[in-house]
Nanobody, 121 residues
C-alpha cells in the first residue's frame, strides 16, 4: 500500500525552527514532485512549497520564501521541509503530498496524514 508519513511537528516558540519529514512507503519518491501544504484552523488548505523530481526545482509561496527550505533525499525516500524563523501564523497541520508526475503542477496522487505545528510562546 502506498502511503506518506509526516513527522517532526511539535510546539515551538516564535523564532524557532522545525524540520518536517515526509517518508514514502510502497512507492519511490524519485518519480514524483512532492509538495508541502498546510491548513490552519478555520482556513482552507494552502500550498507552502514543492520540489520537482525532474530537475530539483523548488517553489515557495510568499509566506515561506526566505524562511523555509524544501529538500529531498531519494536514497532515503524522504522529503524534508526545514522551517526557520517560525511565526504564530505558521501554526497549522502540515501535509505532504506526492504529485502524479515529476512536475509540481500535476495532480496530487497521495496525501500524508498531517503533522501539527504550533508556534506559541
Amino acid at each position: 500500500q502506498s502511503q506518506l508519513v509526516e513527522s517532526g511537528g511539535g510546539l515551538v516558540q516564535p523564532g524557532g525552527s522545525l524540520r518536517l519529514s515526509c517518508a514514502a512507503s510502497g512507492f519511490t519518491l524519485d518519480a514524483h514532485a512532492i509538495g508541502w501544504f498546510r491548513q490552519a484552523p478555520g482556513k482552507e488548505r494552502e500550498g507552502v512549497s514543492c520540489i520537482s523530481s525532474s530537475d530539483g526545482s523548488t517553489y515557495y509561496t510568499d509566506a515561506a520564501k526566505g524562511r523555509f527550505a524544501i529538500s529531498r533525499d531519494n536514497a532515503k525516500n524522504t522529503v524534508y521541509l526545514q522551517m526557520n524563523s517560525l511565526k504564530p501564523d505558521d501554526t497549522a497541520v502540515y501535509y505532504c503530498a506526492a504529485r502524479a508526475g515529476p512536475g509540481c503542477f500535476s495532480r496530487v496522487a497521495y496525501w500524508g496524514q498531517g503533522t501539527q505545528v504550533t508556534v506559541s510562546s
